[in-house]
């Protein structure tokens, strides 16, 4: 199993005392902390190499340009892509998000196409397909859940006919935990010649992600979930996809030639990568794809659903706590209420303990309409949390209740 003392070493921030207390860090479904190596690469990069990329004949620009280029074929062997041009830098999840809604919209939706999401969407996977529904006429199918948070694939498997032009849902769901069957869903999709986006937003640090196997369209992600810096994230999509759509935005590096008759786009990936690239982000995300790896996500897998099961089996026990959440397949990530105390009391009391979790809807407000409730408290683990640290928490959170 892993070594979490020598783990929290790479983790100076994990030292930190909040109002004297330790710092005890559970909202690593918002952001994760950043280990020492991958602090150091940026700052190496600032120290040593730092140049504007693609352009420069000079040796420093050279350098910067060959370690961008060599990050970009790190994520595609994280991923398992077959190809490193079908690996796109963009800021985030959300930005990814956009730039598909954007650009399969350009190229391949209609007035009264459909496109089907779920009802446990983060708003990043929900906003710019009703922005596309305002712009082309779209029309959203939602995917409605169990009392569990686990997808109705019955009504998913009915959901589809000749309207239906992609569908886009996430991996694991950062309210629920669920574990989505991403596998079956796009397997069921490719039946009716349906291309699927998965956000993984809240996957990639968590479970091991072969886009090839999964025959993923297009596969998103953040760098800041996994150890990286912020500021930085990946689209993966299948080359004949991404040749097939426009651009998403204009200017240097996605050009091949300009002049004001007529412009010709860059190949991949740079046509989707335009201005100057996020260059020591896209290093230093390789530095953290590189350190998880060291440690194995089979191995952080194992470890957090030790702790999931941990800390549900320790929090049932505290009188009138409610779960959101309940999957067979799930994930390092609890939701909870506790009787009628609200979430941002209880979040607000527990952070005077040094507990740092997240309260409120989660950018997830339609799943939140769903359950008929404001938000939840939400406590979410990483590989450099401990038993011990549930313990506290789990104490903590009955000391809270038994104030009310
Ligand atoms: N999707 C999911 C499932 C998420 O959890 C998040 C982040 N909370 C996002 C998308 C958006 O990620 P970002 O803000 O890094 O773009």
């Keep these: 199993m892993l070594d979490t003392q020598k783990i929290r070493m790479d983790f ?21 902390q950043k280990p ?33 280029e060599e990050a970009r074929k790190s994520v595609q062997k994280f991923i398992n892509a077959a190809h490193d041009h079908e690996i796109i830098f963009t800021r985030g999840t959300t930005e990814s998000i956009n730039l598909v809604a954007f ?21 990043s996977n929900i906003v710019p397909w009703q ?28 959901m589809f006919n000749e309207r239906t032009k992609l569908v886009s849902v996430m991996h694991v769901s950062n309210v629920l935990g669920t574990i989505n069957p991403v596998e079956e869903i796009i397997r069921i999709a490719h039946t009716h010649d349906v291309p ?13 992600v072969d886009v090839q196997a999964l025959d993923a369209d297009f596969y998103v992600f953040s760098g800041h979930k996994i150890y990286g810096p912020n500021g930085i994230g990946v689209l993966y999509g299948k080359e004949k996809w991404l040749n097939a759509m426009p651009p998403y935005q204009g200017g240097g590096e996605m050009i091949a030639t300009v002049s004001f008759d007529k412009t010709v786009y860059n190949e991949l990936p740079f046509k989707f990568e335009a201005g100057t690239p996020d260059y020591v982000g896209s290093v230093a995300l390789a530095k953290a794809l590189e350190y998880v790896s060291a440690i194995g996500l089979e191995n952080i897998e194992a470890y957090e659903t030790e702790l999931l099961h941990y800390a549900m089996e320790g929090l049932s026990k505290i009188d009138g706590i409610r779960f959101y959440g309940t999957a067979d397949h799930k994930g390092a990530v609890i939701s909870f209420l506790v009787r009628d105390i609200h979430h941002y009391d209880m979040g607000m009391l527990l952070d005077k303990l040094g507990i740092a979790v997240r309260t409120g809807h989660h950018c997830a407000q339609p799943l939140m309409q769903h359950y008929g409730i404001e938000g939840t408290v939400r ?8 038993k011990e640290e549930i313990d506290t928490f789990i104490k903590a959170v009955e000391r809270v209740s038994n104030m009310f």
């Design 131 to 158: 922005m596309l529904q305002d712009r082309k006429g779209i029309k959203l199918r939602i995917i409605p859940i169990n009392e569990k948070g686990e997808l109705d694939m019955e009504a998913y498997k009915n």
């Design 103 to 123: 650009a399969f919209g350009e190229a391949f939706l209609k007035e009264g196409d459909e496109v089907i999401i779920s009802t446990m969407e983060h708003h």
């Design 379 to 386: 406590a979410s683990f990483s590989f450099y949390n401990t």
């Design 36 to 68: 020492l190596c991958v602090i150091e690469k940026m700052n190496e990069c600032y120290l040593n190499q730092n140049s504007n990329i693609h352009r420069g004949v000079h040796h420093l620009s050279q350098e910067a340009t060959m370690a961008h």
């Design 12 to 32: 100076p921030i994990l030292n930190r005392k909040i109002y004297g207390k330790d710092l005890i860090y559970f909202d690593n479904g918002a952001t994760t």
């Design 196 to 208: 699927v986006l998965i956000d993984g937003a809240q996957a990639i640090a968590h479970t091991k």
